[in-house]
Structures are given as structure tokens and as C-alpha cells.
């Protein structure tokens, strides 16, 4: 499962929380950053929940291995793409 075009589907986002949407949890007067839980149901419906009141939540905590997961996928086509280059350096000599 490749994970990077699904990732390049969601935006890192800044928000201020709006006054009808305040819990307990979230700071309104403070801005935020996340994700938009729309964008991250799409690709990764397994990371959102949604509250009976219709809110959806995302589980960072869990996005956190989704994005570990693709670091590694960037890193092993990183080694590919210096191989590579290392190859036709060596071809030219």
C-alpha cells in the first residue's frame, strides 16, 4: 500500500475555533492546527469519527503511524533515486 498520493490529498491546515464549536478539549481562543477531517475520511475513513451531533474528529495519534509509515516509503525512493544517480555518475566516467 503506498500511502504518499493518499497523503497528498490532505492539507495541513490553521483554524480558529468557532464559538459553536467549543468542547471541553478544544481551546477557542486559541489557533489551531490540524487536518480536515473531510479530506482524511476520504482517504483514511478508519481515522475519523463522527459524534452523534454529526462533528467529525480525526485520531491524530493514529494518523501519526499513517505518516511515520510514508517518511519510510519517501526515505526507501530518497536511497533509489541517490543509487541511481550514483550509477550514471559512474556510467559517464
Do not use: H
Not at 477557542?28 to 480536515?36: C, E, L
Not at 480525526?58 to 544517480?85: F, P, T
Amino acid at each position: 500500500m503506498t500511502l504518499l498520493p493518499r497523503l497528498r490529498n490532505l492539507r495541513g491546515v490553521t483554524f480558529d475555533w468557532s464559538d459553536r464549536y467549543a468542547t471541553a478539549e478544544a481551546s477557542p481562543d486559541r489557533r489551531q492546527i490540524g487536518v480536515i477531517a473531510q479530506e482524511v475520511e476520504a482517504e483514511f475513513p478508519e481515522l475519523v469519527s463522527t459524534t452523534v451531533d454529526g462533528y467529525r474528529g480525526v485520531d491524530y495519534g493514529r494518523l501519526s503511524a499513517v505518516l511515520l509509515q510514508a517518511v519510510r516509503e519517501q526515505q526507501r525512493e530518497i536511497e533509489a533515486l541517490k543509487a541511481e544517480m550514483a550509477r550514471l555518475r559512474d556510467a559517464g566516467r
